[in-house]
């Protein structure tokens, strides 16, 4: 396939239909302008069952969500005009989706979801998939079992992983979800900001002669990882022991050169190809951190529930395909009724970093200025993703949630079962959760706070949330859920027409970074910049003598 390949474009006639269609939910927009959810309750006794699904041991809530059938049906026929099915079946077969970067978008591979006989530059995927992931558990096993050992043959007892964005963005969350799964083995770290008080805390209470370095990077080209790593193999070469970099820095990265040439051994390198997005690669090689903390079978578990959605993903129609569903509802509450953030509100203690990790999938995305063949988008293509934790939230920012005049769509991810000892404080922390998207729906009757300081109290309700419950917090279902926002991700991102593969925006600032940094550091003079870059820098630069 290539980029003229069905889902890459649309015809003309898809284009009118699209125009028809979206004319027709902006009349439906209209039509339930007035109408209240608890009504629609009220009215279909069965609404709650039939807008929840069940896939990939998630129970995903759609019905408190401002959608009836004729929405719903309306959304799905936009999906269908806008090539959703034919962009899911093309993503699965290797075409070129990321079409300004001439590549194919296939991090499903990583989960064993394409055919067996499929190729990509020439190269079998699974077999290239497999090769390496094989490479990297066997690793991994060893590490763990001290049979990888330390310059000093010690047992390595720390890993600190190096990345930034999507290089640590899905390891970090993960290895952090699952912290219920560590056995101990390894103490696992990361580190992204060019800042180096994150790194030099970090390494502070860590002992350079018992812990791996794993620098990850894509490109291999990203400056605060490499400004990072060089301070990093400083620090294991400030033990006196020089074959410390070779036995315990690594790389996890799709450039062999570049890693090469910053000193670190080919053996040492665990690569992952272009076709495998910064911010899809979790289930790459960039797992690894992941595989050191939880060991080879959960991190199977992990790539296996991924795999669960990708098949639901693949094979289900456009009105039972859960995270098309999602994506269709994210557009209509975003494009349609205007609502311009979307909230991601984990209770669960371990899975707080979700909502970063969202916004860099969504945002750097689908946060596009241009339609996959250059034309200006009419429309915003991502709503603003953020979040924390539950309960903490609810007495931070739920104040707005419910009273403020501007509606935000809150998505409650949820574990059924906990993995602690406490059913009690896990009661309580589900009854909040469940609690807080029945105050959204339902709001405080008018009639009890309409007039003085009841005024105060009042809560308009009927506002919008999904609730996404997992089964329990595991490595499978864990995958599944990460797998379902992805797959979201791309379908409003087909839907808007856009490439949600590239990220062009990000250049611009890494670009402006290394021209201003000369007069940052004295060795350019400080000119040809607007006033106000030249007056920060001014204040900002140190000056010959200050420490
Ligand atoms: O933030 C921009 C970006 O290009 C992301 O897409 C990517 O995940 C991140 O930088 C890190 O890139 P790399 O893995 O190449 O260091």
Not at 95 to 106: G, Q
Request: some cysteine; hydrophobic content about 40%.
């Amino acid at each position: 396939m290539n980029k003229n390949s069905p889902g890459a474009g649309l015809t003309q006639s898809n284009r009118d239909q699209t125009t028809r269609i979206r004319a027709d939910l902006a009349s439906l927009r209209e039509d339930i302008r007035g109408e209240r959810m608890l009504d629609w309750f009220a009215a279909d006794p069965a609404r709650a069952e039939s807008l929840t699904f069940k896939v990939a041991g998630l129970t995903v809530d759609f019905s408190k969500q401002r959608v009836n059938a004729s929405v719903l049906s309306k959304l799905q026929a936009l999906a269908a005009s806008t090539g959703v099915e034919q962009a899911i079946q093309a993503m699965f077969a290797g075409a070129v989706l990321n079409n300004t970067e001439n590549r194919a978008v296939l991090h499903v591979a990583l989960r064993g979801s394409v055919d067996d006989d499929l190729c990509v530059d020439g190269e079998n995927v699974s077999d290239v998939v497999t090769t390496e992931l094989e490479r990297m558990l066997a690793a991994v096993g060893k590490i763990r079992s001290g049979d990888w050992s330390s310059v000093t043959d010690r047992k390595i007892t720390d890993v600190v992983n190096l990345g930034i964005g999507g290089s640590d963005l899905g390891p970090r969350m993960l290895t952090q979800a699952l912290t219920p799964f560590h056995d101990g083995q390894l103490r696992v770290h990361f580190v992204a900001n060019v800042d180096a008080h994150e790194l030099l805390d970090t390494l502070q209470s860590l002992d350079a002669e018992t812990t791996l370095i794993i620098v990850a990077s894509k490109s291999f080209g990203t400056e605060e990882t490499l400004a990072n790593a060089k301070i990093a193999k400083n620090w294991l070469l400030d033990t006196g022991h020089s074959e410390i970099v070779n036995q315990q820095m690594m790389a996890v990265s799709s450039n062999v050169q570049r890693v090469v040439d910053f000193g670190i051994a080919a053996d040492r390198i665990f690569q992952f190809r272009d076709w495998v997005g910064g911010r899809y690669s979790v289930w790459s090689v960039v797992g690894m951190p992941i595989a050191l903390a939880v060991g080879e079978d959960n991190f199977r578990k992990l790539l296996r529930g991924a795999n669960l959605m990708d098949r639901h993903f693949r094979e289900e129609p456009l009105h039972t395909n859960v995270p098309v569903i999602m994506a269709l509802i994210s557009i209509w509450n975003h494009n349609f009724l205007g609502y311009g953030s979307q909230a991601v509100v984990p209770y669960y203690h371990f899975l707080q970093r979700l909502p970063q990790y969202l916004q860099q999938a969504e945002m750097e995305s689908n946060g596009k200025g241009v339609s996959r063949d250059g034309e200006k988008l009419l429309e915003p293509c991502s709503p603003v993703v953020w979040g924390t934790a539950g309960t903490d939230a609810q007495h931070a920012y739920f104040q707005m949630l419910h009273q403020g005049p501007e509606a935000v769509p809150v998505d409650f991810v949820l574990s059924r079962r906990c993995l602690h000892t406490e059913p009690d404080s896990h009661v309580r922390l589900l009854t909040h959760a469940i609690a807080q998207s029945e105050a959204l729906l339902c709001g405080r009757s008018e009639s009890d706070s309409r007039s003085g300081s009841a005024a105060h109290k009042y809560c308009p309700g009927n506002r919008p949330s999904t609730t996404v419950l997992l089964e329990q917090a595991d490595p499978e279902n864990l995958g599944a859920l990460l797998a379902l926002y992805e797959h979201k991700i791309f379908v409003q991102g087909q839907i808007h027409g856009i490439n949600s593969f590239d990220q062009f925006g990000v250049e611009l600032g890494k670009q402006l970074a290394s021209e201003i940094r000369p007069m940052m550091t004295g060795s350019a003079p400080l000119q040809g910049r607007d006033a106000s870059t030249l007056g920060l820098m001014r204040l900002c630069r140190i000056q010959p003598g200050e420490s």
